[in-house]
């Protein structure tokens, strides 16, 4: 608790004792022994947000049932939430525990953002298209044009006959 704020720790870990490190920004929560399990943004203000969605993903991904109920649901956009509502339990599964995966290292809306590009350019959503989307965004974003590269036309002319 945070001035009567809640924070969700991964399920896995639910019932083991914690030590909990406020930082200015973030709350960290650490095993007996130090390890940082998880961390989450930390709260400001008088709203009494809910659970961080990416941290609800492990749920849903062994209990498909409750994906319809889940803040994680709410959280990625309209188009990708109908994809994923239209998937069977197995698909939905693996489809979660790879934004499971995803999530550690970008944010849900990150995520969510990436699906959406992935399903509006090729109609389909397959990880590996994600994967490749998220590392696009991270590093030269999707609209930005590819680089030119160095002038080789010196090598068209030496090619040619012509001087160097």
């Given at each position: 608790m945070d001035g009567g704020r809640r924070y969700h720790v991964s399920d896995g870990v639910a019932?083991?004792?914690?030590?909990?490190?406020?930082g200015a920004t973030t709350i960290s929560f650490a095993d007996e022994g130090g390890t940082v399990v998880t961390e989450t943004p930390r709260r400001f203000g008088h709203a009494t947000n809910g659970p961080d969605s990416a941290s609800q993903l492990r749920l849903p991904s062994?209990?498909?049932?409750?994906w319809r109920n889940s803040a994680t649901r709410l959280a990625v956009p309209a188009d990708v939430a109908a994809h994923m509502d239209a998937l069977e339990a197995s698909?939905?599964?693996?489809?979660?525990?790879?934004?499971?995966?995803w999530c550690q290292t970008s944010t849900l809306e990150e995520v969510g953002s990436a699906m959406s590009e992935v399903m509006d350019r090729t109609g389909r959503m397959r990880p590996h298209d994600v994967e490749m989307t998220l590392a696009r965004m991270s590093g030269f974003?999707?609209?930005?044009?590819?680089?030119?590269?160095?002038?080789l036309s010196i090598y068209d002319r030496m090619l040619k006959g012509g001087a160097a």
């Open positions: 019932k083991w004792p914690a030590i909990v490190c406020y062994v209990r498909p049932g409750g698909a939905l599964c693996d489809l979660l525990s790879y934004m499971a995966r974003g999707i609209g930005t044009a590819p680089d030119r590269g160095p002038d």
